[in-house]
């Protein structure tokens, strides 16, 4: 399964807000769609590929060994499905060279129909070019002799419109309803940040059959997205991947979120649907603040029938016991150490009064990590803060651990009711 951290949700919300204009951060984000969040998702994992296929190095690379060959056994169907996503979703820095890199890598050349036209258009004003030198500077043969050149002349005319005609079709009509897809789709992707002449030079090298409004995300369709998504779980299958884990995390932290819970819930809610939720081969994973689990539970009855949250394996709480939270702390205490010195305890922090089943029971009083990590750095703090330095007394007594436990678990406790912020 390849992991996706779908945790970095800033520029996401920063995209959403410029793209809409809205005059508050609440505005644009109560304006998030579902597809909005798929376009996101694919815009992360479909560079990834992408790279890994062309032999470029990015980030978080993808392991693809002989990614050469990978790309020339890949079925038709992933073919035309990792280059239709690559034009839609790809970085934008250099999107339309990366899709003509991707069409050779795979071998899809452009149809006979393409071809035919690019023959056309060099072959047929040569032959008006030597029609016209023929009439001017040489007799007509024998069975066209009753043909005046005027008549020669306007019957070379009439080739010559006909052929400005194919050629405006094909170097402006075709262009400019490419360039409508392009405004389209630039319209609709409100979080990939690329322009209506990037989305059309990559659209423009796509098999003209597989540019139908029906195959693009040119609309608020969700279908349309959920298409994309089984293309992607297609082109993972075929590159070695059994599917695709979303970890969706750290939604207070983006700077128009700050924290509020409505803003969070905007930003959100869209994704509490059962059928996003229950994909085939997508596993999304959603750890989500305190704060929005009172506001889960404040909603209507219409929204727990579209969410169907009793399928989605929902956890109100999560907790570790004292032993686990007490075997994580001392691994990270250990984790700090400097290489090569003498390994430390997480009890030799404290005096010989406190023992490690009392300690691994204030830990469990706090529930979480990293609750676990606001008590003992409190504790550190408050022996720093009230033992003089000259006293040479190095380790936390049981007095401040009881202290600190105590209000640590107040907090705690005021969290999980609501009553203040984690």
């Known amino acids: 399964m390849l992991l996706l951290g779908y945790d970095d949700l800033n520029a996401f919300c920063d995209r959403i807000h410029e793209k809409l204009g809205s005059k508050t951060a609440l505005e644009s984000l109560q304006k998030i769609r579902l597809v909005d969040h798929v376009d996101a998702i694919l815009h992360r994992v479909v560079p990834r ?19 050469a060959k990978v790309a020339k056994r890949l079925s038709p169907d992933a073919k035309r499905a990792i280059l239709t996503l690559q034009a839609c979703y790809d970085r934008p820095s250099d999107a339309p060279n990366r899709t003509n890199r991707l069409r050779r890598r795979l071998r899809i050349w452009p149809s006979a129909a393409v071809f035919a036209q690019r023959v056309v258009l060099v072959i047929w004003p040569l032959l008006i070019l030597a029609g016209l030198v023929w009439v001017n500077f040489f007799t007509l043969p024998t069975g066209l002799m009753n043909i005046t050149q005027a008549q020669a002349a306007w019957g070379l005319t009439t080739f010559f419109g006909i052929y400005a005609l194919f050629a405006l079709k094909v170097a402006v009509w075709n262009r400019l309803a490419i360039i409508r897809t392009g405004i389209r789709l630039r319209r609709q992707l409100r979080t ?75 930003l959100i809610w869209p994704m509490l649907s059962n059928k996003f939720l ?10 989500l603040p305190m704060e929005l689990r009172h506001a889960v539970f404040r909603e209507s009855s219409a929204f727990f029938q579209g969410a169907r949250l009793d399928k989605q394996s929902l956890v109100e709480h999560l907790s570790w016991t004292g032993t686990m939270l007490y075997d994580l702390c001392e691994g990270r205490l250990r984790s700090c150490l400097r290489p090569g010195a003498k390994s430390i305890r997480l009890l030799d922090l404290f005096t010989e009064d406190v023992t490690q089943e009392e300690l691994a029971g204030a830990l469990e009083r706090v529930h979480q990590p990293r609750d676990a990590f606001k008590l003992l750095y409190r504790c550190i703090a408050e022996h720093c803060a009230s033992t003089p330095r000259d006293v040479g007394m190095f380790k936390i007594p049981r007095h401040t651990l009881l202290a600190v436990l105590k209000s640590e678990t107040e907090r705690v406790q005021q969290t999980a009711r609501g009553i203040r912020p984690g």
Request: hydrophobic content about 40%.
């Open 49 to 67: 590929i992408v790279d890994a296929l062309l032999d470029e190095s990015g980030p978080e690379p993808i392991d693809v060994p002989d990614a």
């Open 192 to 266: 990939v940040p690329r322009g209506d002449v990037s989305f059309a030079r990559s659209i423009r090298q796509l098999p003209r059959a597989w540019r139908e409004s029906s195959q693009l995300p040119v609309s608020d369709s969700d279908e349309v997205r959920y298409a994309m998504m089984d293309r992607l779980k297609g082109v993972l299958r075929a590159i070695g991947y059994a599917g695709l884990v979303v970890v969706v995390d750290r939604v207070d932290e983006p700077t128009l979120v700050c924290g509020d819970p409505e803003r969070m819930k905007a």
């Open 278 to 287: 229950q994909q085939e081969g997508v596993g999304i994973k959603l750890l």
